[in-house]
Nanobody, 119 residues
């Protein structure tokens, strides 16, 4: 069993930055992904990282602006979000069990944290 708790969301102006955290407990050596879901839209892939941290993947719409990392000593995965755009507004979820881009491949999900980017 794996439990995930996201934090770090909030309201930020366009062009600003936020860092999301995902605290992982249970089976901590897991591949982890970040996803997001905007109102009225499907949940979409943002980034993923292997349990070693050596392999990372990004969606094209965040590449160069977002960075995923992890600190296994703290059992935490981070998503550094820079140059935020209004269209990045969504609930952000971390998930464990895979590092693919497909939501169906992940077994465990956090409750989500709201990110709102205003113009």
């Amino acid at each position: 069993q794996v439990q995930l708790v996201e934090s770090g969301g909030g309201l930020v102006l366009a062009g600003g930055s936020l860092r999301l955290s995902c605290a992982v407990s249970g089976r901590t050596f897991s591949n982890v992904g970040w996803f997001r879901q905007a109102p009225g839209k499907e949940r979409e892939f943002v980034a993923a990282i292997s349990w070693t941290g050596l392999s990372r993947d990004y969606a094209d719409y965040v590449k160069g602006r977002f960075a995923i990392s992890r600190d296994n000593a703290k059992n935490t995965v981070y998503l550094q979000m820079n140059s935020l755009k209004v269209e990045d507004t969504a609930v952000y979820y971390c998930a464990a069990g895979s590092r693919t881009r497909n939501t169906r491949d992940y077994d465990y999900w956090g409750q989500g944290t709201q990110v709102t980017v205003s113009s």
